[in-house]
């Protein structure tokens, strides 16, 4: 594991911010750590990167105990948080160049990740001319200059249009594929992560809710049948009666746990015997969004 905590606590006066959270990045992932606003992501990334102190509970970078072996880990770890730490009056390349000096690192170096970030012909321009997806693609060239094995980027997408995310998402896929990095990012937005992230992490009020690979979170998604009828409510009734699980009833629609589509002709035929007109039965995959959303709001 590149990263491993156990038990990590935190707590803001008498606030629990971050609740016994035992997070397992593997090496090579991408991992997205989910969770809506106040969650607990800003204060678990800073309990990472040692900007605040453990209070209860250990971390591990890279197998080694972060804070007996914090300059060592440290230095291997490229992050974003919160705004990129960027000098608005230098241009982009000057603004690399300045850490790379500051780092002993060449300006080759600079160059190629000018490059891998897609701002060399804006490299010239002054950083307060950027759009916003163009300051935050500096702060990861920034991040990377190192040479990092890890990433850590807290809501780096955060503010981008759709164009500014997507180029966020192919740079962070490029990285993964072409340079063995393993990238940790937050984010409050399922959807905006879900397409390149392999692992997942859902906080939610300090506590870790899930965590697992993106495949055992989609294997979460259980299926549903649609069914619309003449007489939504009555219909549902009459099911529930009849010991068919019904799991939710709208307007509209009533929905049940899909088990197979044997039980989906059964349930027409009741329907149909009882006298109901049934307009549709479909089965029906919940998105991603919608679990993520049942997942925080049941915590
Ligand atoms: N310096 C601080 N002093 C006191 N409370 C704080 C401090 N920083 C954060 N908090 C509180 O800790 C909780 C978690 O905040 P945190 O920033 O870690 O959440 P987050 O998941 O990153 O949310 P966001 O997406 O809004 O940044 C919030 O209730 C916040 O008000």
Not at 35 to 56: D, H, R
Not at 225 to 247: C, F, G, H, K, M
Not at 264 to 279: A, D, K, P, R, S
């Amino acid at each position: 594991m590149v990263i491993d905590t156990a038990g990590l606590t935190f707590n803001f006066g008498n606030q629990a911010v971050v609740k016994s959270v035992s997070l397992q990045v593997p090496e090579g992932s991408i991992y997205g750590f989910l969770g809506p606003n106040g969650a607990g992501k800003t204060t678990t990334i800073k309990l990472l990167l040692n900007l605040l102190q453990v209070q209860q509970g250990s971390i591990h970078i890279f197998g080694k105990e972060l804070k007996s072996n914090r300059l060592e880990i440290l230095s291997q770890i490229g992050s974003l948080i919160e705004q990129p730490a960027i000098y608005l009056h230098l241009t982009g390349k000057e603004n690399l160049l300045n850490r790379a000096l500051l780092l002993q690192i060449s300006e080759k170096r600079v160059d190629d990740m000018l490059n891998l970030v897609h701002l060399t012909d804006a490299a010239h321009k002054k950083a307060g001319q950027y759009s916003l997806g163009m300051k935050q693609r500096l702060g990861i060239a920034l991040a990377l200059l190192s040479d990092p094995k890890l990433l850590i980027l807290d809501e780096p997408t955060n503010g981008l249009d759709p164009n500014g995310i997507i180029e966020i998402r192919e740079l962070l896929i490029k990285l993964i594929k072409e340079h063995q990095k393993t990238v940790f990012i937050s984010s409050h937005l399922l959807a905006e992560i879900e397409r390149m992230a392999t692992h997942v992490g859902i906080i939610n009020h300090g506590e870790l809710l899930f965590q697992g690979s993106i495949k055992e979170l989609e294997s979460m998604n259980k299926p549903l049948i649609q069914i619309e009828t003449d007489n939504t409510a009555d219909a549902a009734n009459y099911l529930s009666r009849n010991n068919v699980i019904v799991s939710d009833v709208t307007e509209q629609h009533i929905y049940l746990p899909y088990t197979s589509k044997q039980q989906m002709g059964e349930i027409n035929t009741m329907l149909n015997q009882m006298g109901y007109v049934v307009y549709s039965i479909n089965k029906q995959q919940q998105d991603l969004e919608k679990l993520f959303l049942a997942i925080t709001q049941t915590a």
